[in-house]
């Protein structure tokens, strides 16, 4: 089996009650099977102890165990702020407290860590709707790598193609590579990542998999690069611009709300860009523009952002062969953080701070990425708005 994991993953530490957002708070948290069979025998056994040994330590935790885990739905209870019913006023779990780590369930012991799973290959990120890890991220300045290790173990999954999943590694690994290729502006790196999925689904849907290494081979020359360079300099209008960006950012609104907080900042966001009376999307766009290149290390954030998103999501294709929609949510989610980031900008009149970038970051992955549903919609947005131009 092998195991992948970015450079960064040592480097987390769960900041735990210093936290600025838990994760135990704000979501549904499923217990697995294992787990609740656990939280039986931890009854069972505090049960023993009160009626062998009276003790009033056991009876107060069996009984936070009874009222505070929902035992016909499998999940922590919550309180009315939506906390977890176990997390005590100082922002630490009771349970981790009153039975040690081994009493995690499986999502609380895992978290922030998130697995990929393809037969024989295990692909393990540390997910940025944690505050800590987003922090880690932005912060990061030096190209991320990523790192393997063979461990025993063997697997067969049925109805897995590995022809496709070893082209889909090997265009990964060329797409990683402009990504991070500095020489080029991050437009350029951006359109040369999309339009190689997009010359790759063209060959997958007509069955030639052979001619996906030929795309992947075109893209490491300059040819390929001339091309996006010459289609860059084709102008939109403001007109066209603006109504894309209103266009893309409006499909947010259509995603499953997790948290109400979300709904308030599309708005806010949405007035300040795309319908505000007194600067135009462009003006807002071009001295952001301007206000970046002096004050931020954006195409640093927005690489390290596209490879993010690159590497879990572009392998995902071997499961439904969309290469193509999978590059283009992985360019939508991140322009979409950036017209976050411009829209607050805007509100603190033309000033941003790398936390609030952080901020804004991890909000958005916990709405976006921790909903299986959201991925899918948006995913299926994703091929109708591009066909649409
Ligand atoms: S969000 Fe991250 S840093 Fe915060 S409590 Fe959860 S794992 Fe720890």
Same mark, same amino acid.
């Given at each position: 089996m092998l195991y992948t994991i970015p450079d960064?993953? +040592? #480097?987390f530490r769960c900041t735990a !009650? +210093? =936290? #600025? !957002?838990? =994760? =135990?708070?704000g979501w549904q948290i499923v217990i697995d099977e294992k787990s609740l069979v656990n939280y039986r025998k931890i009854c069972r056994k505090l049960l023993v102890s009160i009626v062998k040994e009276s003790d009033k330590n056991s009876f107060s935790k069996l009984w936070k165990m009874f009222t505070l885990v929902n035992w016909s739905e499998g999940t922590f209870r919550q309180d009315m702020e939506k906390r977890c019913a176990f997390l005590n006023e100082h922002n630490l779990c009771d349970l981790y407290i009153a039975h040690g780590e081994k009493s995690l369930c499986k999502t609380c012991k895992q978290y922030p860590r998130h697995v990929e799973e393809f037969e024989g290959v295990r692909e393990i990120t540390l997910s940025i709707s944690c505050p800590e890890v987003a922090r880690i991220l932005m912060e990061r300045k030096t190209p991320v790598t990523f790192l393997s290790q063979e461990k025993e173990g063997e697997e067969e999954y049925e109805d897995f193609d590995p022809f496709l999943f070893s082209i889909l590694e090997d265009a990964r690994k060329e797409m990683l590579i402009i990504l991070q290729n500095r020489n080029l502006s991050i437009r350029e790196r951006t359109l040369l990542v999309l339009a190689m999925a997009h010359d790759m689904q063209v060959r997958i849907n007509r069955q030639d998999m052979f001619a996906c290494f030929q795309v992947i081979e075109k893209y490491c020359g300059d040819k390929a690069l001339r091309f996006i360079q010459k289609y860059l300099q084709k102008k939109e209008t403001e007109k066209q611009r603006v109504s894309l960006a209103k266009e893309m950012f409006e499909k947010l609104y259509e995603l499953e709300l997790l948290r109400e907080e979300w709904n308030v900042l599309l708005q806010e966001t949405e007035a300040l860009l795309y &319908?505000? #009376?007194? &600067?135009s999307y462009e003006e807002i766009q071009k001295e952001f523009a301007k206000w970046e290149s002096e004050n931020s290390d954006i195409e640093i954030h927005l690489e390290q952002l596209l490879v993010y998103f690159l590497f879990i999501y572009?392998?995902?294709? &071997?499961? !439904?062969?969309e290469v193509y929609a999978k590059a283009q949510m992985v360019v939508y989610c991140v322009w979409m953080i950036h017209e976050f980031w411009m829209a607050r900008w805007l509100k603190n009149e033309k000033n941003l701070e790398l936390e609030e970038m952080t901020e804004l970051l991890y909000r958005f992955s916990r709405e976006v990425e921790h909903s299986d549903e959201n991925l899918k919609r948006l995913e299926k947005m994703m091929g109708f708005l591009w066909l649409k131009r």
């Amino acid at each position: 089996m092998l195991y992948t994991i970015p450079d960064y993953y +040592k #480097e987390f530490r769960c900041t735990a !009650d +210093k =936290c #600025e !957002d838990t =994760c =135990c708070a704000g979501w549904q948290i499923v217990i697995d099977e294992k787990s609740l069979v656990n939280y039986r025998k931890i009854c069972r056994k505090l049960l023993v102890s009160i009626v062998k040994e009276s003790d009033k330590n056991s009876f107060s935790k069996l009984w936070k165990m009874f009222t505070l885990v929902n035992w016909s739905e499998g999940t922590f209870r919550q309180d009315m702020e939506k906390r977890c019913a176990f997390l005590n006023e100082h922002n630490l779990c009771d349970l981790y407290i009153a039975h040690g780590e081994k009493s995690l369930c499986k999502t609380c012991k895992q978290y922030p860590r998130h697995v990929e799973e393809f037969e024989g290959v295990r692909e393990i990120t540390l997910s940025i709707s944690c505050p800590e890890v987003a922090r880690i991220l932005m912060e990061r300045k030096t190209p991320v790598t990523f790192l393997s290790q063979e461990k025993e173990g063997e697997e067969e999954y049925e109805d897995f193609d590995p022809f496709l999943f070893s082209i889909l590694e090997d265009a990964r690994k060329e797409m990683l590579i402009i990504l991070q290729n500095r020489n080029l502006s991050i437009r350029e790196r951006t359109l040369l990542v999309l339009a190689m999925a997009h010359d790759m689904q063209v060959r997958i849907n007509r069955q030639d998999m052979f001619a996906c290494f030929q795309v992947i081979e075109k893209y490491c020359g300059d040819k390929a690069l001339r091309f996006i360079q010459k289609y860059l300099q084709k102008k939109e209008t403001e007109k066209q611009r603006v109504s894309l960006a209103k266009e893309m950012f409006e499909k947010l609104y259509e995603l499953e709300l997790l948290r109400e907080e979300w709904n308030v900042l599309l708005q806010e966001t949405e007035a300040l860009l795309y &319908v505000n #009376e007194k &600067v135009s999307y462009e003006e807002i766009q071009k001295e952001f523009a301007k206000w970046e290149s002096e004050n931020s290390d954006i195409e640093i954030h927005l690489e390290q952002l596209l490879v993010y998103f690159l590497f879990i999501y572009f392998p995902g294709a &071997v499961y !439904d062969g969309e290469v193509y929609a999978k590059a283009q949510m992985v360019v939508y989610c991140v322009w979409m953080i950036h017209e976050f980031w411009m829209a607050r900008w805007l509100k603190n009149e033309k000033n941003l701070e790398l936390e609030e970038m952080t901020e804004l970051l991890y909000r958005f992955s916990r709405e976006v990425e921790h909903s299986d549903e959201n991925l899918k919609r948006l995913e299926k947005m994703m091929g109708f708005l591009w066909l649409k131009r």
